[in-house]
Nanobody, 124 residues
């Protein structure tokens, strides 16, 4: 199966930027829908953004991040990125990438493979 490893999290001041990376191993993820989710301690998992396996398909963003975050994928590197600009304290969470091979839902249903998560902390 596809295995996902995330990196790029850290501590940043409000208004700053980070770029998260998620690299797949085991097999190519070129045919997978990829997504980012996030979860703060004691809080429910939250959908962030999804990007289709089809080139040119417009990514779908959560309202809370639209205009600030950008997802992209490089299938030659088996890597998906999340560029986060204009970070806010409420963006603080563990960020997870996930892969979906069939029907994919914002709840997380259909996503069969998840990364280990990377911590993003935004200070005021």
């Amino acid at each position: 199966q596809v295995q996902l490893v995330e990196s790029g999290g850290g501590l940043v001041q409000a208004g700053g930027s980070l770029r998260l990376s998620c690299t797949a191993s085991g097999r190519s993820f070129s045919g997978y829908t990829m997504a980012w989710f996030r979860q703060a301690p004691g809080r429910a998992r939250e959908f962030v953004v999804t990007i289709s396996s089809r080139i040119g398909m417009t990514p779908s963003y959560a309202d809370s991040v639209r205009g600030r975050f950008t997802i992209s994928r490089d299938n030659t590197k088996n890597t998906v990125y999340l560029q986060m600009n204009g970070l806010k304290p409420e963006d603080t969470a563990v960020y997870y990438c996930a892969a979906c091979a069939g029907l994919c839902w914002r709840s997380g249903a259909g996503y069969d493979v998840w990364g280990q998560g990377t911590q993003v902390t935004v200070s005021s």
